[in-house]
Nanobody, 117 residues
């Protein structure tokens, strides 16, 4: 499995960014897709996840501001980030984990998001 993220960059507080994660190398529908982030000096944390059936879950810190979107036809997952805050600044990672919890988890290379106040 290969995961390639894109879409990070610099945004102002209150602005928006959309991250993309392209999946290849296996059957996309067998994987739960996740977005994690790791800020400076912080542990990596789960931001949002989505199953192949489109069930979602969000960290409390992003509920109502971020949306995870899955395109099963295009083997891609997106993270739409609105009303950004400086504390959202982090490296964002895409992760794929098998729905049956078998085999390894796969991570993308990460994409930097920086939100200025």
């Amino acid at each position: 499995v290969q995961l390639v993220e894109s879409g990070g960059g610099l945004a102002q507080a209150g602005g928006s960014l959309r991250l993309s994660c392209r999946f290849s190398g296996s059957t996309f529908g067998l994987y739960v897709m996740n977005w994690y982030r790791q800020g400076p000096g912080k542990q990596r944390e789960l931001v949002a996840m989505i199953t192949s059936g489109q069930s979602t879950n969000y960290a409390d810190s992003v509920k109502g501001r971020f949306s995870i979107i899955r395109d099963n036809a295009d083997n891609a997952v997106y993270l739409q980030m609105n009303h950004l805050k400086p504390e959202d600044s982090a490296v964002y990672y895409c992760k794929a984990s098998h729905t049956m919890r078998i085999g390894p988890e796969y991570w993308g290379q990460g994409t930097q998001v920086t939100v200025s106040s």
